[in-house]
């Protein structure tokens, strides 16, 4: 096959085209160019079956934002510095209000709508900005919003034009406007035509070619399910999703070992994350008497289980140390075994201890904890061929094993069977392993009492009895007749004919479960003991052989990669800038680096998980470091990372609770140290049973330097010019960015006493700005009540707000009554009232969002009150924020 000559990195790809003869398909991996630069073909007048398609796809060279949104883009691009940035910094606040609002439990379709609303506007103001325009396009997904997906797809573009996620989400948008599955796949056939392919590049085609498959096995034509899923595995090797749904498929219809691990080992270079298959490929591997390459998969798929928080399962184990035990590595494998005897004994130990303290450190010493009946039988098998008292402890510590086990057993109902089948399995193995004839056969008496055992069976051991007491001749009557389809029966026959002498018949049977059994303990202790007879090692069949090969060519940093994930993706997580002003975007810069030479898919199937966790933490001056919860966010943008290539993402941490925090304190100014982890896992093993967060496989975890927002330094000098400034009338983005610090130290009474600020110019504050006020455009009005104080002193501004007739300074007021953590004074105030009873339906319907939370808060606080009555703990009192 031309795939086995050729070696590993596309050798799935080389079996699919070999194996259904396709023609040769010319696969260069180029840096993927973006899919809407221009498309000569499209999809008007194609003609299919006896009609003509009438509509067109649209490859968008410009892709098209909403009207409403590109008329705003061009105003803001006219409009003064100043007034741009307070228009991004509301887009950001509006972003971060329609997160909280998802974040607030329950979610309700409400809660939908609005947090759909905050993000439509924030789009609206800043249409260029990716993260404000992709976080809506996913809002309106999950809102099941049509028009609005359409719409925000192509604002999602016209943001940020490489973002391939987005293309192939157009692109897929636009086939599943036709009805019929068979215009989809006139659409679809079309869009892989090798003009359009060479346009989209090999990794959006691939996936689109992976659509098309599943749309012809929905067809029940798997010809062409099974054409299109090896074409989009060899236009993207790395595309783990079809690799691994072909790997599946199509082992289901070649019966070759060869090209099914030629299948596994592309599955295993597309995702090193897939933790399954190291152990599969090492199972067949086993079969076939590859035992090399078998230890080295088995030794992968332990480090990857290890390295997911998992830990080896003792089956996994004796899996190894049968590999190791079938390479000559007769003290490797028991090695395994001994390491997970000693880590069951500490276990055993320290229940031990809990359940029983008055036990002295020599019983606890003395105590060891039972093997699993699959190590016992594995160590029992590798003693054996030492004899000795060695063999003869390892028997007897598996004798007890099996015991143990059943006496559980027989205090269950039910279980007749199961303790029948753990005496028959005990009985072959002590009569295999040359153990007493005497307990084996008062061991069957007891399984025949429990459950009705096969004849053939019975035949086995009797004839195998009969050779443990020395019956050769009776025993060879009995055997002989089952050798030919029973493995056990074959080898009964190889000892009676060693034991007689006729060394080639016995020779020739041990051969036989050499091969046929290369992969179980009963074919490798048959292979060890034919070496033995013939004094000279048993070679490995040809079909070994070339499996070796294959795996050898699997590049052997991947065996490193569980350990040391940073041979194949590391990350860094650094601020932009290192010191920023209280309202400057907080932007981190998360660098993803691919250090290996081969493609890694982008997905949440990884092998690099779509999805990051930030943890940042924030510490304000006097205050304890803040960490609330984890950000996840979405890394997608591009369907892979090439071999040797780094992308920079970028992300503002105002958006999220850090932005809320930096609001609370913006004259005290923070630091903020974050920490990143790439591709996490969540577990709660803890005593707390709290969710802890930590890499999972190829995963990484970094933190980066400090990022330092400044606060101000208040003087009455400050003070002074920045009420002058707002007197005279002059607005920009600074003066309001001022007027919002002053709203917060004027109710720092303990700050105004330090500096020793003139009362009289404090009183003057709240009365300046409510004169400035009334004359701001709408889009300043939003941005100070969404950062200025919430207090009473700000009663008057909130008044001008609640009066006049700007939906949005209304709905951040309201939306800014949920930070008061008195529910009922919520309920109270005259705001959330009259809002209750406006003409605007917006504004009623955010009003009656308000009302339901903070209702809902009120009966969880007396649930509470009433579950602590119960148990006679005094009700807290419920503290009242302003």
Same mark, same amino acid.
Not at 760 to 765: P, R, S, T
């Given at each position: 096959?031309?795939?086995?000559?050729?070696?590993?990195?596309?050798?799935?790809?080389?079996?699919?085209?070999?194996?259904?003869?396709?023609?040769?398909?010319?696969?260069?991996?180029?840096?993927?160019?973006?899919?809407?630069?221009?498309?000569?073909?499209?999809?008007?007048?194609?003609?299919?079956?006896?009609?003509?398609?009438?509509?067109?796809?649209?490859?968008?060279?410009?892709?098209?934002?909403?009207?409403?949104?590109?008329?705003?883009?061009?105003?803001?691009?006219?409009?003064?510095?100043?007034?741009?940035?307070?228009?991004?910094?509301?887009?950001?606040?509006?972003?971060?209000?329609?997160?909280?609002?998802?974040?607030?439990?329950?979610?309700?379709?409400?809660?939908?709508?609005?947090?759909?609303?905050?993000?439509?506007?924030?789009?609206?103001?800043?249409?260029?900005?990716?993260?404000?325009?992709?976080?809506?396009?996913?809002?309106?997904?999950?809102?099941?919003?049509?028009?609005?997906?359409?719409?925000?797809?192509?604002?999602?573009?016209?943001?940020?034009?490489?973002?391939?996620?987005?293309?192939?989400?157009?692109?897929?948008?636009?086939?599943?406007?036709?009805?019929?599955?068979?215009?989809?796949?006139?659409?679809?056939?079309?869009?892989?035509?090798?003009?359009?392919?060479?346009? =989209?590049? /090999? +990794?959006?085609? !691939?996936?689109?070619?992976?659509? %098309? &498959?599943? *749309?012809?096995?929905?067809? @029940?034509?798997?010809?062409?399910?099974?054409?299109?899923?090896?074409?989009?595995?060899?236009?993207?090797?790395?595309?783990?999703?079809?690799?691994?749904?072909?790997?599946?498929?199509?082992?289901?219809?070649?019966?070759?070992?060869?090209?099914?691990?030629?299948?596994?080992?592309?599955?295993? =270079?597309? /995702? +090193?994350?897939? !933790?399954?298959?190291?152990?599969? %490929? &090492?199972? *067949?591997?086993?079969?076939? @008497?590859?035992?090399?390459?078998?230890?080295?998969?088995?030794?992968?798929?332990?480090?990857?289980?290890?390295?997911?928080?998992?830990?080896?399962?003792?089956?996994?184990?004796?899996?190894?140390?049968?590999?190791?035990?079938?390479?000559?590595?007769?003290?490797?494998?028991?090695?395994?075994?001994?390491?997970?005897?000693?880590?069951?004994?500490?276990?055993?130990?320290?229940?031990?201890?809990?359940?029983?303290?008055?036990?002295?450190?020599?019983?606890?010493?003395?105590?060891?904890?039972?093997?699993?009946?699959?190590?016992?039988?594995?160590?029992?098998?590798?003693?054996?061929?030492?004899?000795?008292?060695?063999?003869?402890?390892?028997?007897?510590?598996?004798?007890?094993?099996?015991?143990?086990?059943?006496?559980?057993?027989?205090?269950?109902?039910?279980?007749?069977?199961?303790?029948?089948?753990?005496?028959?399995?005990?009985?072959?193995?002590?009569?295999?392993?040359?153990?007493?004839?005497?307990?084996?056969?008062?061991?069957?008496?007891?399984?025949?009492?429990?459950?009705?055992?096969?004849?053939?069976?019975?035949?086995?051991?009797?004839?195998?009895?009969?050779?443990?007491?020395?019956?050769?001749?009776?025993?060879?009557?009995?055997?002989?007749?089952?050798?030919?389809?029973?493995?056990?029966?074959?080898?009964?026959?190889?000892?009676?004919?060693?034991?007689?002498?006729?060394?080639?018949?016995?020779?020739?049977?041990?051969?036989?479960?050499?091969?046929?059994?290369?992969?179980?303990?009963?074919?490798?202790?048959?292979?060890?003991?034919?070496?033995?007879?013939?004094?000279?090692?048993?070679?490995?069949?040809?079909?070994?052989?070339?499996?070796?090969?294959?795996?050898?060519?699997?590049?052997?940093?991947?065996?490193?990669?569980?350990?040391?994930?940073?041979?194949?993706?590391?990350?860094?997580?650094?601020?932009?800038?290192?010191?920023?002003?209280?309202?400057?975007?907080?932007?981190?810069?998360?660098?993803?680096?691919?250090?290996?030479?081969?493609?890694?898919?982008?997905?949440?199937?990884?092998?690099?998980?779509?999805?990051?966790?930030?943890?940042?933490?924030?510490?304000?001056?006097?205050?304890?470091?803040?960490?609330?919860?984890?950000?996840?966010?979405?890394?997608?943008?591009?369907?892979?990372?090439?071999?040797?290539?780094?992308?920079?993402?970028?992300?503002?941490?105002?958006?999220?609770?850090?932005?809320?925090?930096?609001?609370?304190?913006?004259?005290?100014?923070?630091?903020?140290?974050?920490?990143?982890?790439?591709?996490?896992?969540?577990?709660?093993?803890?005593?707390?049973?709290?969710?802890?967060?930590?890499?999972?496989?190829?995963?990484?975890?970094?933190?980066?330097?400090?990022?330092?927002?400044?606060?101000?330094?208040?003087?009455?000098?400050?003070?002074?010019?920045?009420?002058?400034?707002?007197?005279?009338?002059?607005?920009?983005?600074?003066?309001?960015?001022?007027?919002?610090?002053?709203?917060?130290?004027?109710?720092?009474?303990?700050?105004?006493?330090?500096?020793?600020?003139?009362?009289?110019?404090?009183?003057?504050?709240?009365?300046?700005?409510?004169?400035?006020?009334?004359?701001?455009?709408?889009?300043?009005?939003?941005?100070?009540?969404?950062?200025?104080?919430?207090?009473?002193?700000?009663?008057?501004?909130?008044?001008?707000?609640?009066?006049?007739?700007?939906?949005?300074?209304?709905?951040?007021?309201?939306?800014?009554?949920?930070?008061?953590?008195?529910?009922?004074?919520?309920?109270?105030?005259?705001?959330?009232?009259?809002?209750?009873?406006?003409?605007?339906?917006?504004?009623?319907?955010?009003?009656?969002?308000?009302?339901?939370?903070?209702?809902?808060?009120?009966?969880?606080?007396?649930?509470?009150?009433?579950?602590?009555?119960?148990?006679?703990?005094?009700?807290?009192?419920?503290?009242?924020?302003?």
């Amino acid at each position: 096959m031309k795939s086995r000559k050729q070696g590993l990195g596309y050798g799935l790809a080389g079996w699919l085209e070999q194996g259904t003869g396709w023609q040769e398909v010319e696969r260069g991996l180029p840096f993927p160019r973006p899919a809407y630069a221009s498309i000569d073909r499209g999809l008007a007048g194609y003609q299919m079956f006896r009609f003509l398609l009438p509509i067109a796809l649209l490859f968008l060279p410009a892709p098209l934002v909403p009207m409403s949104l590109a008329a705003d883009s061009e105003a803001l691009s006219s409009e003064p510095s100043s007034n741009q940035v307070s228009t991004h910094r509301l887009a950001i606040e509006l972003l971060r209000y329609g997160n909280d609002i998802m974040l607030i439990n329950p979610v309700t379709v409400e809660s939908i709508e609005l947090a759909k609303y905050f993000f439509q506007e924030a789009a609206r103001l800043h249409p260029r900005d990716p993260q404000v325009t992709v976080r809506l396009m996913e809002m309106a997904i999950l809102a099941e919003d049509q028009k609005l997906i359409e719409s925000a797809t192509k604002a999602a573009l016209t943001a940020s034009p490489e973002n391939q996620v987005v293309q192939l989400r157009r692109l897929l948008q636009a086939v599943d406007r036709y009805q019929y599955a068979e215009e989809r796949v006139s659409a679809y056939e079309l869009l892989l035509s090798d003009a359009n392919q060479k346009m =989209l590049g /090999d +990794p959006m085609s !691939s996936r689109i070619a992976l659509k %098309l &498959a599943m *749309l012809y096995r929905r067809m @029940g034509d798997l010809d062409q399910f099974s054409n299109w899923l090896g074409r989009s595995i060899i236009m993207d090797p790395s595309y783990s999703e079809a690799v691994a749904m072909g790997a599946g498929y199509f082992q289901t219809k070649v019966n070759d070992r060869l090209a099914s691990v030629e299948l596994l080992v592309s599955l295993l =270079l597309a /995702d +090193p994350t897939d !933790s399954t298959t190291p152990a599969v %490929l &090492a199972h *067949l591997l086993m079969e076939e @008497g590859a035992y090399t390459a078998a230890r080295r998969m088995y030794h992968l798929a332990i480090n990857d289980v290890i390295a997911s928080g998992i830990g080896a399962q003792g089956d996994l184990l004796a899996d190894l140390a049968i590999a190791e035990w079938a390479c000559g590595d007769r003290e490797a494998a028991l090695g395994v075994i001994q390491s997970r005897q000693q880590d069951a004994n500490e276990i055993y130990r320290a229940l031990s201890r809990r359940d029983s303290p008055d036990l002295s450190p020599i019983d606890l010493a003395r105590m060891e904890a039972p093997l699993t009946p699959t190590l016992a039988t594995v160590r029992a098998v590798i003693e054996n061929e030492a004899g000795g008292d060695v063999a003869a402890d390892a028997l007897s510590s598996l004798i007890e094993t099996y015991q143990s086990g059943m006496s559980i057993l027989a205090s269950q109902k039910g279980t007749e069977k199961e303790q029948a089948w753990s005496l028959i399995e005990l009985s072959w193995l002590v009569l295999w392993l040359d153990g007493d004839v005497e307990d084996v056969a008062k061991w069957l008496d007891q399984a025949q009492k429990l459950a009705d055992i096969d004849a053939e069976a019975i035949k086995r051991f009797d004839g195998w009895i009969s050779f443990r007491r020395g019956f050769d001749e009776d025993a060879a009557l009995i055997l002989e007749p089952l050798s030919e389809e029973d493995s056990a029966a074959r080898l009964g026959m190889a000892l009676i004919r060693e034991h007689q002498g006729r060394k080639q018949d016995a020779a020739r049977l041990l051969l036989s479960l050499t091969r046929s059994e290369a992969g179980s303990i009963l074919g490798i202790w048959s292979r060890d003991r034919l070496t033995n007879l013939l004094g000279a090692e048993v070679p490995m069949t040809d079909s070994a052989v070339e499996l070796t090969k294959v795996i050898d060519s699997i590049p052997s940093a991947i065996d490193r990669y569980p350990q040391d994930p940073r041979l194949a993706i590391s990350i860094d997580v650094e601020p932009r800038e290192s010191t920023i002003g209280p309202y400057d975007p907080v932007i981190i810069e998360i660098e993803l680096m691919n250090h290996s030479s081969m493609p890694l898919a982008i997905s949440g199937e990884g092998p690099i998980r779509e999805l990051m966790l930030l943890e940042p933490i924030v510490q304000v001056p006097h205050q304890s470091p803040m960490s609330l919860a984890p950000i996840v966010i979405d890394l997608g943008g591009r369907l892979r990372l090439e071999g040797y290539e780094r992308i920079t993402i970028p992300f503002d941490l105002r958006t999220t609770w850090v932005g809320t925090l930096l609001n609370q304190f913006p004259v005290d100014g923070a630091s903020i140290l974050t920490t990143g982890i790439l591709n996490f896992q969540v577990s709660n093993n803890t005593s707390r049973k709290l969710a802890v967060f930590a890499p999972g496989l190829l995963g990484s975890e970094v933190t980066g330097k400090t990022l330092h927002v400044e606060g101000v330094r208040v003087t009455e000098e400050w003070v002074a010019a920045a009420i002058g400034s707002a007197q005279r009338g002059v607005v920009d983005s600074q003066l309001l960015a001022d007027l919002s610090i002053l709203t917060h130290m004027v109710r720092n009474s303990s700050l105004i006493a330090e500096k020793e600020i003139d009362q009289e110019l404090i009183g003057q504050v709240i009365p300046t700005i409510a004169e400035l006020f009334p004359g701001l455009d709408e889009v300043q009005k939003a941005w100070f009540m969404s950062v200025a104080s919430s207090g009473e002193l700000m009663n008057p501004i909130k008044s001008i707000v609640m009066q006049g007739n700007q939906s949005l300074p209304k709905m951040i007021v309201l939306l800014r009554l949920l930070e008061n953590r008195d529910p009922s004074e919520i309920l109270a105030n005259p705001m959330l009232t009259s809002s209750l009873r406006s003409g605007n339906d917006r504004i009623k319907q955010l009003a009656e969002w308000v009302e339901q939370r903070a209702q809902f808060s009120v009966e969880s606080e007396i649930q509470q009150q009433s579950r602590d009555q119960k148990k006679g703990v005094a009700p807290a009192k419920s503290p009242s924020g302003d």
